[in-house]
């Protein structure tokens, strides 16, 4: 199993920017195809960015061109770079790790966009 902390939330203004990270205690980091979640109360767990463990990268329509997802493969850590923040990407983030079947998930870190 997998253990992932998220951190780098905060209450930030919309245009504002955070950066995430996620450290995953694991050997072979490298191998793991990782990805950010982000879920609001009572909705569904929905992904924002994916990165795979030859660096190839995907994200959501919604964030495209706002935010970077990123990994560095010696530090065990993934990260979500997000610029241009607005009210609707407020929500509660998660780190996810992938090697095949198996999948573990972060705690989660809140991020607030608001004036």
């Known amino acids: 199993q997998v253990q992932l902390v998220e951190s780098g939330g905060a209450l930030v203004q919309p245009g504002g920017s955070l950066r995430l990270s996620c450290a995953a205690s694991?050997?072979?980091?490298?191998?793991?195809?990782m990805a950010w979640y982000r879920q609001d109360p009572g909705k569904q767990r929905n992904l924002v960015a994916s990165?795979?463990?030859?660096?190839?990268?995907d994200y959501a329509d919604s964030v495209k061109g706002r935010f970077t997802i990123s990994r560095d493969n010696d530090k065990n850590t993934m990260y979500l770079q997000m610029n241009s923040l607005e009210s609707e990407d407020t929500a509660v983030y998660y780190c996810r790790a992938g090697l095949g079947a198996r999948v573990s998930w972060g705690q989660g870190t809140q991020v607030t966009v608001s004036s």
């Open positions: 694991v050997s072979y980091f490298r191998l793991y195809d």
């Open positions: 990165i795979s463990n030859t660096g190839v990268t």
